[in-house]
């Protein structure tokens, strides 16, 4: 399986497994094999992160987490907290997705739930960085 080089410094270590033709990935917060899809490869590098360059604990980190938003239920890719609160809110997006204001602005609506200080728009080549004050997003380069 040929899986696009994503836009971290760090190299991580990965675990695979591949069952037929299809190919798994360890995730270390669920402590399971998950479908490799490219979202899912972009979520797991971000996973990596937080937990080896960043030493956050796998409790501190929350996936697929269901919301309701507008009465329809959604899932959240990654939630990073600090104390049990809302830190960092994550969305991942396929890398052969274009990161929009229509995506952010979806990001956003999502954290209108959520409530963290900031949030992570990515595709893994790209990632778009806002923290959230009084009421306003503050774009910057992280």
């Given at each position: ?38 979202e899912e490869w972009v979520r797991q590098h971000w996973i990596h992160y937080y937990l080896t360059v960043k030493s956050y ?66 595709n893994g080549l790209q990632h778009i960085n806002a923290k959230f004050k009084e009421g306003n997003y503050t774009f910057y380069?992280?």
């Open positions: 399986m040929e899986l696009p080089k994503l836009n971290f410094q760090e190299t991580f270590d990965f675990k695979f497994r591949k069952d037929k033709d299809k190919f798994f990935i360890y995730d270390l917060v669920r402590k399971t094999y998950l479908l490799l899809t490219p604990s796998t409790s501190a980190l929350i996936t697929e987490k269901k919301i309701v938003l507008n009465g329809l239920t959604k899932r959240i890719d990654l939630l990073v907290t600090e104390k049990a609160q809302p830190k960092i809110l994550i969305e991942c997006k396929a890398p052969q997705i274009k990161l929009t204001e229509k995506t952010f602005e979806q990001t956003a609506r999502y954290n209108s739930i959520i409530g963290a200080s900031e949030i992570v728009l990515t380069k992280s």
